[in-house]
């Protein structure tokens, strides 16, 4: 299936990230491969490390990867440590995180992730999760509903998060909910009229709420920027893309500190975002932000 996903801030990562021919690139988030591929056409003496926890997205985009430098993991970024040692390497020249969901998972994993088709409720980023693996369906309906509630409000800043989850609990006291549609559809009846017609898709963050706490995405941005800050050589240089306030913020503390500690400088002191040309030919960026550090020691 051919990919639809657009890398967002895609001349302002390369660039940023400062690469040479011979440089090692660890590209933890490869989704559709955008980034990476840049990377190969633009330094093919470049060696590229790309992980991603979804297999999917790692058979579909090896296709393109045919002249490149390339080796790929079937792993989380969180555990890029370890993929380092099996490919006997300490330290590499940059390190590129460009998190959230690609078009692609949206659109053709068949996991969840969209409230605009029916599908299974998983959510999960593993394309054969394991019976004892969180998803969004045992969440809606095994957490009490003050979890559910903290998690759609906290992780999603989704001011109705209470009234969603009490009518998540009214509806799964009936039948178990398994589908996005069922799901999309208590969202719907725990709004008021008003905002479900509002700007943004009325369970666009109970979705994303679901999805960060399925995959525990928080923790693993931690654990991944430690890491791969570990990992880079001096000089080396880190890029970022977020996409949720909670990540960005966690980035920009992870950065300052490192700059605070002084072995880090700030490439750019506030975030890079696209511009009017972008947006236009890719409303995904509109929430993209781009933070990239350069490692002193």
């Given at each position: 299936?051919?990919?639809?996903?657009?890398?967002?801030?895609?001349?302002?990562?390369?660039?940023?990230?400062?690469?040479?021919?011979?440089?090692?690139?660890?590209?933890?988030?490869?989704?559709?491969?955008?980034?990476?591929?840049?990377?190969?056409?633009?330094?093919?003496?470049?060696?590229?490390?790309?992980?991603?926890?979804?297999?999917?997205?790692?058979?579909?985009?090896?296709?393109?990867?045919?002249?490149?430098?390339?080796?790929?993991?079937?792993?989380?970024?969180?555990?890029?440590?370890?993929?380092?040692?099996?490919?006997?390497?300490?330290?590499?020249?940059?390190?590129?995180?460009?998190?959230?969901?690609?078009?692609?998972?949206?659109?053709?994993?068949?996991?969840?992730?969209?409230?605009?088709?029916?599908?299974?409720?998983?959510?999960?980023?593993?394309?054969?999760?394991?019976?004892?693996?969180?998803?969004?369906?045992?969440?809606?309906?095994?957490?009490?509903?003050?979890?559910?509630?903290?998690?759609?409000?906290?992780?999603?800043?989704?001011?109705?998060?209470?009234?969603?989850?009490?009518?998540?609990?009214?509806?799964?006291?009936?039948?178990?909910?398994?589908?996005?549609?069922?799901?999309?559809?208590?969202?719907?009846?725990?709004?008021?009229?008003?905002?479900?017609?509002?700007?943004?898709?009325?369970?666009?963050?109970?979705?994303?709420?679901?999805?960060?706490?399925?995959?525990?995405?928080?923790?693993?941005?931690?654990?991944?920027?430690?890491?791969?800050?570990?990992?880079?050589?001096?000089?080396?240089?880190?890029?970022?893309?977020?996409?949720?306030?909670?990540?960005?913020?966690?980035?920009?503390?992870?950065?300052?500190q490192k700059e605070k500690e002084n072995r880090a400088k700030l490439i750019n002191k506030k975030p890079i975002v696209a511009g009017e040309e972008e947006l236009k030919e890719n409303p995904k960026s509109r929430s993209a932000k781009l933070r990239i550090a350069e490692k002193i020691k």
């Open positions: 299936m051919e990919s639809r996903h657009k890398p967002v801030l895609l001349n302002e990562t390369i660039e940023g990230l400062d690469l040479h021919d011979g440089d090692v690139v660890l590209d933890g988030t490869l989704g559709g491969g955008g980034h990476a591929l840049e990377i190969c056409h633009r330094f093919p003496g470049a060696k590229i490390i790309a992980l991603d926890q979804d297999a999917g997205a790692i058979r579909q985009a090896r296709e393109k990867f045919k002249d490149c430098r390339i080796n790929f993991h079937n792993e989380n970024f969180r555990n890029l440590d370890k993929v380092l040692v099996k490919e006997g390497l300490e330290k590499v020249s940059a390190v590129i995180l460009d998190l959230g969901l690609s078009s692609d998972q949206l659109q053709n994993s068949s996991r969840g992730f969209s409230f605009m088709k029916s599908e299974p409720l998983f959510m999960t980023m593993k394309e054969n999760p394991r019976p004892d693996d969180l998803t969004a369906e045992m969440m809606v309906n095994e957490w009490r509903e003050q979890s559910l509630a903290d998690i759609i409000y906290g992780y999603g800043q989704e001011r109705y998060g209470r009234k969603i989850a009490r009518g998540i609990v009214e509806a799964r006291e009936k039948s178990r909910i398994r589908t996005t549609a069922e799901l999309v559809e208590i969202i719907r009846q725990s709004v008021p009229p008003p905002y479900r017609r509002g700007k943004i898709h009325f369970a666009t963050r109970t979705f994303q709420a679901l999805r960060i706490a399925v995959n525990d995405e928080l923790r693993a941005l931690s654990e991944g920027l430690a890491k791969g800050f570990e990992a880079l050589k001096p000089s080396g240089r880190m890029a970022v893309i977020s996409f949720h306030s909670l990540e960005d913020r966690i980035v920009k503390k992870f950065f300052k």
